[in-house]
């Protein structure tokens, strides 16, 4: 059968169904639901704000404080934190959690350094026990999306350029759709329904992408449509 070439709007119709006109400029930010950070929020919390040098001396001038002997004990030797309990999940995502490798392959080890605990420590008005349970839910997340710590990275710097160069919705499907078409070809189509397939097994993951400011980001795409793709040859998704 002769292939005819499509054009990026022809495709972008097949894989998106019809669109209205794009605007030119990004939709304005909409008021976080309770719970929910703004995609402003979590790329702050993502890359912190300065804090103050631990090492810089006090003034000649300032009073010197004396600690009691129970403070300086608190100071060098603090309590331990409480451990982190996460929220049930549904049954195919607890399925996936409870497989053996996971279990063997623990997602806060995983990626411990790519979502430190800290990750949100300075997000206004979050209370840093709930901050240390999204940063441990994230991990177990991103676990679940089968991702690794250089695609986690990969998504930190998504945000910071999304949030920089604020591209349009038109322009990010017009790439979305080139990319989609330059791996897959004819499955294109097949490739975004599977990375759909896949964000809706946990509707939060969708919910954290689209948080972050990446839901028609085309390289968050493209890392979701992957690992898609490999979870449905091991029969994890349908």
Do not use: C, H
């Amino acid at each position: 059968m002769e292939m005819t070439a499509r054009t990026n709007a022809e495709l972008a119709a097949d894989m998106y169904g019809p669109q209205a006109d794009a605007p030119a400029t990004p939709p304005a930010p909409q008021a976080s639901p309770e719970g929910q950070r703004t995609a402003q929020e979590l790329g702050e919390a993502l890359y912190g704000k300065p804090a103050a040098d631990p090492t810089q001396q006090p003034a000649d001038d300032a009073p010197i404080v004396k600690r009691t002997d129970a403070e300086l004990a608190t100071a060098m030797y603090p309590e331990p934190e409480e451990p982190v309990v996460l929220d049930p999940v549904p049954p195919d995502v607890a399925a996936i959690r409870d497989d053996i490798a996971r279990r063997l392959y623990s997602a806060q080890d995983t990626f411990a350094e790519a979502i430190p605990d800290k990750v949100f420590a300075n997000v206004a008005g979050l209370d840093p026990a709930a901050g240390r349970k999204t940063a441990a839910e994230l991990r177990e997340i991103s676990a679940d999306l089968d991702l690794a710590p250089q695609d986690v990275q990969k998504l930190r710097e998504r945000i910071t350029y999304v949030q920089t160069n604020q591209p349009t919705v038109a322009a990010q499907w017009d790439e979305t759709v080139s990319l989609l078409n330059a791996e897959y070809g004819t499955d294109a189509k097949q490739a975004l329904r599977d990375a759909r397939a896949l964000l809706r097994r946990d509707p939060r993951a969708a919910r954290v992408i689209e948080a972050m400011g990446l839901g028609n980001d085309p390289q968050t795409v493209m890392i979701i449509a992957r690992r898609a793709r490999s979870a449905k040859g091991t029969g994890r998704i349908k």
